[in-house]
């Protein structure tokens, strides 16, 4: 069985669609056929996803190799609910964690949580121990955005990407460089966070759709600025729209 097999085996046990199996994991119906069916691998970032999400086996789903369902033992069940609770991600789930140890029901929650605060009574919160290393998770276009002569747009297809270092603040999504006229600021092959925003200032870099291509340039006065003294100014199209600011690379110590 190859591994887009048993992807395909986890999303029918848990009798899902491509659609709804990609939602989950950040990804298009079409891009999870295409795993499915052996027309593109399987990254180590989606792999770890679906394992994740679904509750899989990472070295099963890697080489067939032991169960496919990764156990969990009840320490670990309410480690994850703590986990989850912590996060601060999903106020409804702390609602509804803290009203079921309390025996209460939706009606007393403002009662209970004005309650809470007066048995705090203003005294400096402790800081919790951590439960684990935090991570977190940014929409990775694999759109590369040209530093050279333009990089046709194409379909926009992403992934979550995950990280384990905060983003800057205002980061929309993060996208690969593709060429050298950047150079030295953003080199070949770099991955950028960019906060999406209709216009930048003269002087900032941006991510722009010009001419049916994505570049990264700085934005000049009617031109489109390359940091390499090799290439010219390129004239801004009537086409030409934002797609954001460029806040800076995305490097190795995003991922340690």
């Not at 394992?51 to 070295?59: A, V």
């Not at 991955?191 to 759709?209: D, R, S, T």
Request: charged letters at 30%; one cysteine or more.
């Amino acid at each position: 069985m190859t591994v887009g097999e048993r992807v395909k085996t986890v999303r029918k046990q848990k009798k899902m669609t491509l659609e709804q199996f990609g939602s989950q994991i950040g990804m298009g119906p079409s891009s999870i056929s295409d795993i499915e069916n052996g027309r593109r691998s399987l990254t180590k970032q989606t792999l770890l996803s679906i394992c994740r999400e679904f509750n899989i086996n990472e070295k099963w789903l890697q080489d067939g190799k032991g169960d496919m369902s990764a156990t969990q033992s009840a320490e670990d069940e309410i480690a994850a609910a703590v986990r989850k609770i912590a996060s601060g991600k999903s106020e409804d789930f702390k609602r509804r964690f803290i009203l079921a140890l309390s025996g209460l029901d939706d009606e007393h929650w403002e009662l209970l949580e004005k309650k809470m605060l007066e048995i705090v009574g203003g005294r400096p919160r402790p800081e919790p121990e951590a439960l684990e290393e935090a991570v977190f998770y940014v929409p990775w276009f694999f759109q590369s955005m040209s530093a050279g002569t333009g990089e046709v747009a194409g379909q926009e297809q992403h992934e979550k990407l995950e990280i384990k270092k905060e983003p800057p603040k205002g980061t929309s999504f993060v996208a690969r460089v593709k060429g050298d006229s950047m150079e030295p600021t953003y080199q070949d092959g770099d991955l950028v966070f960019v906060k999406a925003q209709p216009e930048v200032e003269i002087g900032e870099v941006g991510a722009f759709y010009m001419d049916g291509q994505m570049w990264i340039k700085e934005r000049g006065d009617a031109v489109l600025i390359s940091h390499n003294p090799e290439y010219e100014p390129r004239a801004m199209t009537e086409d030409i729209k934002c797609q954001g600011l460029v806040l800076g690379v995305c490097d190795e110590s995003y991922f340690e």
